[in-house]
């Protein structure tokens, strides 16, 4: 079975998605899956530099409203065992590298682990994940090589790939993330709850049993 999830790594409800699909994924160790993660930028605007994140949520949401949705998401979190620190997070960055360093990963098959890293040094620790150096410290914590990896990132390599698997995604009628493809043929939108998972994994594998 395959799934690919198109999700951003400074969207929180990504990360709560990849907890809850794991849950699924362990409720049902009979299936095996290939699991492929996919380009998708919330703010497609943002500038090079990032922006103060104190003025983007202000300018997204209102100073209180941001407040009530991020206690909300916090407070789901701690039900998947997720610690989620938002005050320690001083910018918003624009998420171009950190995609372009996931599909760097997908090439010596640590692409999972790279994901678990960046949602691990944003939202926990608050790191930048608009700097390169950044970037290549939290791949080299992942599994990566620290130096190849800074290399890599400063080549501009799949900056064009990353605009385009998020062009694709809004192509495909994505309006919000996370979204989980089964198989090319079944989605699956938004931090669902591992029971709903269950009736697409039973119709891939009834799929591919048939096959």
Request: charged fraction near 30%.
């Given at each position: 079975?395959?799934?690919?999830?198109?999700?951003?790594t400074?969207?929180?409800?990504?990360?709560?998605g990849?907890?809850?699909l794991?849950?699924?994924?362990?409720?049902r160790?009979?299936?095996?899956?290939?699991?492929?993660?996919?380009?998708?930028q919330?703010?497609?605007?943002?500038?090079?530099?990032?922006?103060?994140?104190?003025?983007?949520?202000?300018?997204k949401?209102?100073?209180?409203?941001?407040?009530?949705?991020y206690?909300?998401?916090?407070?789901?979190?701690?039900?998947q065992g997720?610690?989620?620190?938002f005050?320690?997070?001083?910018r918003?960055?624009?998420?171009?590298?950190?995609?372009?360093?996931i599909?760097?990963?997908q090439?010596?098959?640590?692409?999972?682990?790279?994901?678990?890293?960046?949602?691990?040094?944003?939202f926990?620790?608050?790191?930048?994940?608009?700097?390169?150096?950044?970037?290549?410290?939290?791949?080299?914590?992942a599994?990566?090589d620290?130096a190849?990896?800074?290399?890599?990132?400063?080549?501009e390599?799949?900056?064009?790939?990353?605009?385009?698997?998020?062009?694709?995604?809004r192509?495909?009628?994505i309006?919000?993330?996370?979204?989980?493809?089964?198989?090319?043929?079944?989605?699956?939108?938004?931090?669902?709850e591992?029971?709903?998972?269950m009736p697409?994994?039973?119709?891939?594998?009834?799929?591919?049993?048939?096959?």
């Amino acid at each position: 079975m395959r799934i690919e999830i198109f999700s951003d790594t400074i969207c929180p409800w990504c990360f709560i998605g990849k907890r809850r699909l794991e849950r699924a994924l362990a409720m049902r160790p009979d299936v095996p899956v290939e699991i492929h993660w996919r380009a998708y930028q919330l703010n497609p605007w943002m500038p090079p530099e990032g922006m103060d994140r104190a003025q983007y949520l202000a300018a997204k949401f209102g100073s209180a409203d941001s407040a009530r949705v991020y206690d909300t998401i916090a407070q789901v979190g701690l039900a998947q065992g997720i610690e989620f620190r938002f005050d320690r997070i001083p910018r918003t960055p624009n998420t171009i590298d950190s995609h372009r360093l996931i599909r760097h990963a997908q090439a010596v098959g640590r692409q999972d682990e790279v994901v678990e890293a960046l949602f691990t040094a944003y939202f926990l620790e608050g790191r930048n994940l608009g700097s390169r150096a950044e970037l290549a410290r939290i791949g080299a914590e992942a599994g990566l090589d620290e130096a190849e990896t800074r290399r890599w990132l400063d080549s501009e390599a799949d900056t064009d790939a990353v605009r385009h698997e998020d062009a694709l995604a809004r192509r495909m009628g994505i309006q919000g993330v996370p979204c989980f493809i089964v198989d090319r043929k079944w989605a699956i939108s938004g931090a669902q709850e591992p029971e709903y998972f269950m009736p697409l994994f039973d119709l891939a594998t009834t799929r591919e049993a048939a096959e």
